[in-house]
């Protein structure tokens, strides 16, 4: 069975530091990868996407994650970080053969430190 | 446009009693997927509806229950509730593009039971 992996449930840098959340997942063939962010009281929005098109894919509010076969490895990056970047993000993963259901990890939240 | 909508936002049930939560999903996406939050964890699928038919279900237990309406509205309802039932409950739309599907969230329907 496919599962998710987010190391480390809080992770706190400072602002204008670099963002680092990491994910990896348990596949028998590289599914599609996502990365969500849920701000307090509010619903799930997708930041990006991977569907095996470029290795390195690019989303909104300037995060971006690279796919790595090799490492089973899709972590989200940002180069500075800002307080608005405060929030939870999950990773999720959706099996090639049911592209509805997805998989999710525990969640990574966010902290920035002014 | 709009996006997915849920209603109620916030509700509060007492054991043993039953729930009905309501999503619409984006105008054209004819799949709606159901999710459960509970607070400090990642969310887990219940259900998933494509052209009014059951196309996935999670490891939930029969007293859920969905269906989806001509119109790919949809509705969870949850029978004989239990504490553990309080969640945040997430509906999601998608449409299938050449490149996979994109998922699009709801707010949420909180749920507390008492």
């Known amino acids: 069975a496919q599962s998710v992996t987010q190391l480390g449930s809080h992770v706190s840098v400072s602002e204008g530091a670099l963002v680092l959340l990491r994910c990896n997942y348990s596949?028998?063939?590289?599914?599609?990868l996502f990365w969500y962010v849920q701000y307090p009281n509010q619903g799930l929005q997708l930041l990006l996407k991977y569907t095996s098109a470029a290795t390195l894919v690019k989303g909104i509010n300037g995060f971006e994650a690279e796919f790595k076969k090799s490492e089973t490895s899709f972590h989200l990056t940002k180069p500075s970080a800002h307080m608005s970047d405060a929030a939870e993000y999950f990773c999720a993963v959706s099996p090639q053969d049911s592209n509805y259901q997805l998989i999710w990890g525990a969640g990574t939240k966010l902290i920035i430190k002014p | 446009d709009a996006g997915v909508t849920q209603s109620p936002t916030h509700l509060i049930k007492t054991r043993g009693q039953h729930v009905t939560l309501r999503c619409s999903p984006i105008?054209?996406?004819?799949?709606v997927s159901w999710y459960q939050q509970v607070l400090g964890q990642g969310p887990q699928f219940i259900f998933q509806y494509y052209e009014k038919e059951e196309r996935g279900r999670g490891n939930f237990p029969d007293r859920f229950s969905a269906r989806q309406f001509p119109n790919y509205s949809s509705e969870l309802n949850v029978n004989a509730l239990l504490l553990g039932d309080s969640a945040l409950y997430l509906c999601?739309?998608?449409?299938?593009?050449?490149?996979?599907?994109?998922?699009?969230f709801g707010e949420g329907s909180w749920l507390t039971v008492v």
């Open positions: 596949s028998s063939v590289p599914p599609y």
């Open positions: 999601a739309s998608s449409l299938v593009t050449a490149s996979g599907n994109t998922i699009y």
């Open positions: 105008s054209g996406h004819k799949s």
